[in-house]
């Protein structure tokens, strides 16, 4: 329990951090990745919140050592709260009521989702068909990158409202999921004997291809819309994606069967559908601001 606490505080910081310090760099862009990297790079803070980040997903490891799954996914999930308080405390990020019913609507489906999971009686499989896989991940990517780029182009016209990231959170999201679901079948390479001979059959299957694609295009993807949107907002957006399209794909493609308690599948199905509505229905501009500078901004004085 102490750990998953701590998993929260680490991951929280490490977003509001990067943040801040995204907040002070010049603009960034997809379409100069190594301008993007050099920046981060040359950031202390942001360098501290990657650290954080880190150190979170030592956190959930241990967590996941200890803790039956649907215990700790219940715990992290409330995570979410300590984010959007850091948010709102030490970025200045104001939500709408609109915006607070939408997130407390995303943790209910979420938690739902998680009052699903029974431990041990849920089958868990270990291997998935690679062209079944790739049918599901290569798409997603596609789609990923193609929703970004119309998020980008979008707000490239002049006299737009401001995004308030939805479109960004949802194909960083699409490129996790994809990453989770990738991360899943290395698993279960790991777990077999002979160091050799797993490490060849990994290097055989897709998976090891998709973390480096996911990796490096998330990585620049992810960091560019933070810097332009509020994490309040893109975090969630981006964990509730990547949550929904784990537990959805990722059940069908590595062959896990839906609950057969009527109850646990109505949550399932229910908490699944409420997270899609309430994505779908969130605002996908904020109002233009006139009395209040957005973070990092400088403010012009009449001369």
């Known amino acids: 329990m102490a750990a998953a606490l701590l998993a929260n505080v680490l991951y929280s910081s490490g977003f509001v951090l990067e943040k801040r310090a995204l907040a002070a760099l010049p603009e960034v862009t997809i379409r100069q990745p190594a301008r993007l990297l050099r920046l981060v790079l040359g950031s202390p803070l942001w360098i501290g919140g990657s650290l954080a980040l880190a150190a979170g997903f030592a956190a959930q490891l241990a967590v996941y050592r200890t803790l039956p799954i649907a215990a700790a996914q219940g715990i992290f999930v409330s995570g979410l709260v300590l984010l959007v308080l850091l948010s709102a405390r030490l970025l200045g990020e104001e939500t709408t009521g609109r915006e607070r019913y939408a997130l407390a609507a995303i943790l209910a489906a979420l938690l739902m989702v998680?009052?699903?999971?029974?431990e041990g009686s849920d089958t868990v499989s270990q291997s998935a068909p690679y062209p079944l896989i790739l049918l599901v991940c290569v798409p997603s990517l596609a789609a990923g990158v193609w929703l970004y780029n119309s998020a980008e182009r979008r707000a490239r016209h002049r006299h737009r409202l401001p995004?308030?990231?939805?479109?960004?959170?949802?194909?960083?999201?699409?490129?996790?999921?994809?990453?989770?679901?990738?991360?899943k079948g290395v698993s279960s390479y790991l777990t077999?004997?002979?160091?050799?001979?797993?490490?060849?059959?990994?290097?055989?299957?897709?998976?090891?291809?998709?973390?480096?694609?996911?990796g490096a295009f998330g990585l620049v993807m992810s960091q560019a819309a933070l810097q332009r949107c509020r994490a309040s907002l893109i975090v969630p957006v981006c964990t509730t994606?990547?949550?929904?399209?784990?537990?959805?794909?990722?059940?069908?493609?590595?062959?896990?069967?839906?609950?057969?308690?009527?109850?646990?599948?109505?949550?399932?199905v229910a908490g699944t559908a409420l997270a899609v509505a309430v994505l779908l229905s969130m605002p996908r501009?904020?109002?233009?601001?006139?009395?209040?500078?957005?973070?990092?901004?400088k403010e012009l004085t009449p001369p």
């Open 114 to 118: 998680v009052l699903s999971l029974r």
């Open 285 to 297: 501009h904020d109002p233009p601001a006139h009395n209040q500078a957005p973070l990092g901004a």
């Open 192 to 214: 077999t004997s002979g160091m050799g001979g797993a490490l060849l059959d990994l290097l055989r299957s897709p998976y090891p291809y998709l973390l480096l694609f996911t």
């Open 241 to 268: 994606v990547t949550c929904l399209y784990t537990a959805v794909l990722g059940t069908l493609s590595f062959g896990e069967a839906l609950p057969e308690d009527p109850l646990r599948l109505t949550l399932r």
């Open 163 to 183: 995004t308030t990231g939805v479109e960004y959170g949802v194909a960083v999201g699409l490129l996790y999921g994809v990453s989770s679901l990738a991360i």
